[in-house]
């Protein structure tokens, strides 16, 4: 098997990915109207599933190689993959879809579930969990339950992640200053950042501003008793997100963060552009599997606890999902895949952590066991400590979560920017946030 390799674009083209997605539900309708006869004579012969990822050259080689295995157990199955950069993912995903080509089993994130699913774009995988052809019996139940969408189980997650404050410890050490701890509050956290600020002559900040990261947002609110959203609205009054705009600007009159401009880089999500590794910070907000990745970007030594506020406020997260297309015309032996990458042994061990601890409770067992990498032995010691701390799941983001992600980086790089103030930003936040939740 050899990946398509494709150039990422920036960006997402909003209107053609819409348009894209719309046609899709009809596709899958007349792909899945095989007889059962013939479905059953189709899985008799020679089979080829399509499969499509983002992720680096790292991902790609232990998900090559954990389907090949699959293949050796199964040698009529054999796949076609593709894979690229998270950027552009999602617009080839669409292009893929109108072309009638959409992958038999993909990748997926929170941030397009629920839209997928009332799309009917995903296979409903509720009967195949419900008669244990698909077994998630080994997963915790907050983590199968972060992948169902109206009481439907509609994807499997690929490995458990958790928010994570990524810091620089080597940094810290020369500075004479403590480590950051789990359960620190995030007024604890900011006067922390603000004394390392000091510490180092305002050379280098404590802290990223977080003030536009949805998911600090989202753990504060829960820490409150809040949600991100309630239903298909958001689940925050107007007066908790001022209070958490604000909480951000004291921080920045602290000099607890860098300068607005700073921030905006690493706003673009992109590992290497995280002030922790490019050295203009010492902490740094990220998912606790983007460690080794991060670590690999720094000569210096990094760490890892929870973001700050309590831990209850986190809950078993999947980094990402797997999911099948509806249409496809081997739902059977999708399921079949998704059983291999979830609960087999010998495929937790060559996917290791790359997308985060493995979803099987048991199959992590082993994976760890195994891991020799420093950075790699935090991320799965951070997701011992965090499972038996966090709290319930939520439901996944609903239709318009992407929209809104974008709209509170808006909203926060227009207060840093001083272009708007807090309450002239929130009002608009939420007015335009509403909105995006009502299309």
């Known amino acids: 098997m050899r990946a398509e390799r494709s150039v990422p674009r920036p960006g997402l083209d909003r209107r053609r990915f819409l348009g894209a997605l719309t046609g899709l539900p009809l596709l899958a309708g007349g792909l899945a109207g095989c007889a059962p006869e013939e479905e059953a004579a189709a899985e008799d012969g020679p089979i080829e599933l399509s499969v499509f990822w983002w992720g680096g050259s790292r991902r790609a080689q232990a998900t ?7 293949t050796q157990q199964n040698p009529r199955v054999s796949f076609r993959i593709t894979w690229q950069g998270l950027a552009g993912y999602y617009d080839r995903l669409a292009t893929q879809g109108t072309g009638g080509n959409v992958p038999d089993l993909f990748q997926i994130d929170d941030t397009l579930l629920t839209e997928y699913t009332r799309r009917d774009i995903l296979l409903d995988l509720t009967a195949y969990a419900d008669d244990g052809r698909l077994d998630l019996r080994d997963l915790p139940e907050q983590l199968a339950r972060y992948g169902r969408v109206d009481e439907r189980t509609v994807a499997v997650p690929a490995a458990q992640t958790n928010a994570a404050l990524v810091y620089n410890r080597d940094l810290l050490r020369s500075l004479d200053q403590p480590e950051p701890r789990t359960g620190m509050s995030w007024k604890e956290y900011a006067r922390w950042a603000a004394r390392v600020t000091r510490s180092s002559g305002n050379r280098v900040a ?3 501003d977080a003030s536009g990261d949805y998911r ?3 753990l504060w609110l829960r820490g409150q008793g809040s949600e991100l959203y309630q239903g298909r609205q958001l689940g925050f009054s107007s007066a908790e997100l001022l209070s958490w705009f604000e909480f951000w600007e004291v921080a920045r009159f602290d000099r607890a963060t860098p300068s607005a401009a700073l921030v ?17 910070t010492a902490a740094s907000f990220a998912w606790s599997h983007q460690l080794p990745e991060l670590q690999r970007l720094t000569e210096d030594e990094l760490g890892a606890v929870a973001f700050p506020g309590t831990p209850a406020a986190q809950w078993p997260r999947a980094s990402m999902y797997w999911a099948g297309f509806r249409g496809t015309r081997h739902p059977g032996v999708v399921v079949d895949v998704l059983n291999f990458l979830t609960t087999n042994v010998a495929a937790g061990r060559i996917l290791g952590v790359e997308r985060g601890v493995n979803p099987s409770t048991q199959v992590r067992t082993y994976v760890a ?21 966090a709290g319930p799941a939520p439901a996944p983001p609903p239709k318009g979560h992407a929209k809104v992600r974008t709209l509170l980086i808006e909203a926060a790089e227009s207060i840093r920017g001083k272009r708007t103030g807090a309450r002239s930003a929130t009002s608009r936040f939420m007015a335009r946030a509403n909105a995006a939740l009502a299309e």
């Open 264 to 280: 905006e880089q690493a706003d673009t999500g992109e590992l290497n552009r995280q002030l922790v590794v490019t050295g203009h």
């Open 216 to 218: 600090a947002l989202w």
């Open 369 to 389: 066991a195994g891991v020799t990498d420093r950075a790699e032995k935090r991320v799965t010691s951070l997701g011992v400590e965090l499972d038996e701390l």
């Open 206 to 208: 404590g802290s990223m």
């Open 64 to 70: 090559e190689q954990a389907l090949r295995l699959y």
